[in-house]
């Protein structure tokens, strides 16, 4: 149980195209996901938390025009990268909160190279 | 200002030998997670913490919390080299939210 996925898993785009990631809650209701982007060799940074029926919260430095995040069901969340840059390449990770207080299960994550 | 401190950040080891991860945080928590993170994939839940005095074991790794010295450890025991990867602990602040704070992971290597 408490599998998450993502999708795609792997994109390569242009400068200046958008790119959608969403991230699915498969066998559980998440009413709150987190969307993280690591650097090489870095820790995860969080960038938002995405809340089922709300507004995202966007961490400090973050640009919200930038990474519109939409929590549209208690299964599905999606960023997009809306105009991306080659500094946008990263690994971008999603997670939901599960049943169990707390506990944070991750996606598979998708890595981002616009060229 | 919120912390969590791992050390070491990175450690080489053989195989066969012992050693512990130290994770140490600044503030107030009664839950503390341990993560794998494999080279170029996301991460895996080992260890939830939930209690001072907690210890969970899986295998060849025993984690702890003392949450009085603010302070977990990850020990592997005989390593082998498939405990090879980055291990990161994440503090629970008690956020309404369930925001955690990150380490900034420990890199192992463990040498056949």
């Known amino acids: 149980g408490a599998v998450v996925s993502q999708h795609p898993s792997r994109v390569i785009c242009k400068s200046g195209t958008s790119v959608k990631i969403e991230c699915r809650s498969l066998d559980f209701q998440a009413t709150t996901m987190f969307w993280y982007r690591q650097f090489p060799k870095q820790s995860l940074m969080l960038m938002a938390t995405s809340n089922e029926g709300s507004k995202a919260t966007y961490e400090q430095g973050v640009e919200k025009d930038k990474f519109l995040i939409n929590h549209a069901s208690l299964t599905l969340s999606t960023l997009t990268v809306t105009s991306a840059h080659p500094e946008d390449s990263s690994f971008y990770i999603c997670?939901?909160?599960?049943?169990?207080?707390?506990?944070?299960?991750f996606g598979p994550g998708t890595r981002l190279l616009v060229l | 200002e919120l912390k969590v401190e791992q050390n070491p950040l990175f450690l080489s080891m053989q195989e066969g030998k012992n050693y512990t991860i130290y994770c140490n945080y600044s503030?107030?928590?009664?839950?503390l997670y341990w993560y794998r993170q494999d080279p170029g994939k996301s991460l895996e839940s080992l260890f939830v913490?939930?209690?001072n005095g907690a210890v969970k074991q899986e295998g060849r790794l025993m984690a702890s919390l003392d949450t009085k010295a603010r302070l977990s450890t990850l020990h592997i025991t005989a390593a082998v080299h498939d405990l090879s990867a980055t291990y990161f602990c994440a503090v629970d602040i008690r956020a309404s939210n369930y925001q955690l704070i990150w380490g900034a992971g420990t890199k192992l290597i463990i040498k056949p």
């Open positions: 997670s939901a909160v599960g049943q169990v207080r707390g506990t944070q299960y």
């Open positions: 503030t107030t928590s009664d839950r």
């Open positions: 913490l939930l209690s």
